[in-house]
């Protein structure tokens, strides 16, 4: 087994500990996809905000196969469909990038995955992928949480070598339950309180409860680095780190809110046996079988 370079849910006192990986693998930024600009500012706060890199025809198309999706009786019976707690809307449909052939190719697409191979710095798969959809009214919260967390303990994932792409399909205005981070957060990991139950993800993708920081932690992370929130219009493109503490509020207007969301991890960094003492989470939550690198290509879809 492998050193456990980020242990969590081993004690019963919450620890801070410092990252150990780089947040931005490559160094030679002329080189990069976008600006390097844009790319230090990743490196900064641990996550960017990219305004209109799909066109509205590209959404609306995007949108219309999310629609479809939402109203097929063998999505919401796969397995694969994750239900709101309280009312049974769905809202995440996993593994996309297996099973629909347009969602799999926005994983290739070059616009979002040539970046994210630059900022791991090397080949990458897609370790998880999602359909995320946020109903208005009655659209939960989503509790403050590193995402590593859960990936190390629960997955397997050795390294701090990950990141995640969101597509945005709707405008996610302030108001409509949009992602909030922590900036900066990602350079600080939590060690949290608390045994992982068998199963454990079954609730946690509804509800998360165990592998979520105590208050103390989340009130000086929010102290030191703030609070911001990833507003942008419709075909906007939202990246963030691993491992920085992010959550959402619930959604009480009208406006619904959905996107399509990718995570990219380093085909090097593929995930072993889980750092905890429960059989690791299914295939279609985590990608266990193939981590052969993507196939990184422009995309038309038009």
């Known amino acids: 087994m492998q050193t456990d370079l980020y242990p969590s849910r081993q004690a019963s006192e919450p620890r801070w500990q410092e990252r150990l990986d780089p947040v931005v693998h490559r160094t030679d930024l002329e080189n990069a996809p976008i600006a390097a600009e844009l790319i230090e500012r990743f490196e900064r706060d641990g996550y960017l905000v990219l305004p209109n890199v799909f066109s509205a025809e590209e959404v609306a198309l995007l949108r219309r196969e999310l629609q479809r999706m939402l109203s097929d009786p063998a999505v919401t019976a796969s397995g694969k469909a994750i239900q709101e707690p309280d009312s049974g809307a769905v809202r995440s449909v996993f ?8 969602f799999a190719r926005v994983a290739r697409d070059q616009r979002i995955a040539g970046i994210a191979r630059f900022i791991l710095g090397g080949d990458i798969y897609v370790h998880q992928s999602r359909l995320n959809f946020k109903p208005g009214f009655d659209g939960k919260e989503f509790y403050w949480h590193s995402d590593f967390e859960t990936w190390h303990v629960e997955d397997g994932m050795p390294r701090m070598q990950a990141l995640s792409c969101s597509v945005l399909l709707t405008d996610n205005h302030s108001y409509n339950g949009p992602l909030l981070l922590m900036p900066g957060s990602h350079r600080h990991y939590i060690h949290c309180v608390g045994a992982t139950p068998e199963n454990h993800y079954a609730q946690s993708l509804r509800r998360q409860e165990v592998g979520v920081p105590d ?5 000086e992370l929010a102290a ?5 929130t990833a507003t942008a219009p419709a075909g906007s493109v ?3 780190d691993c491992n920085i503490m992010h959550g959402s509020n619930g959604n009480i207007t009208p406006d619904a809110r959905s996107n399509l969301f990718y995570v990219y991890n380093r085909v090097s960094n593929a995930v072993q046996a889980p750092f905890c003492e429960q059989a690791p989470r299914p295939a279609f939550v985590a990608e266990r079988r193939d981590f ?7 995309q038309q879809y038009l």
């Open 215 to 219: 208050q103390a932690s989340l009130s």
């Open 95 to 102: 593994e996309i990038h297996r099973d629909n052939p347009l």
């Open 238 to 240: 939202v990246l963030f």
């Open 224 to 228: 030191r680095h703030g609070i911001a």
């Open 292 to 298: 052969r690198a993507l196939d990184i290509q422009p």
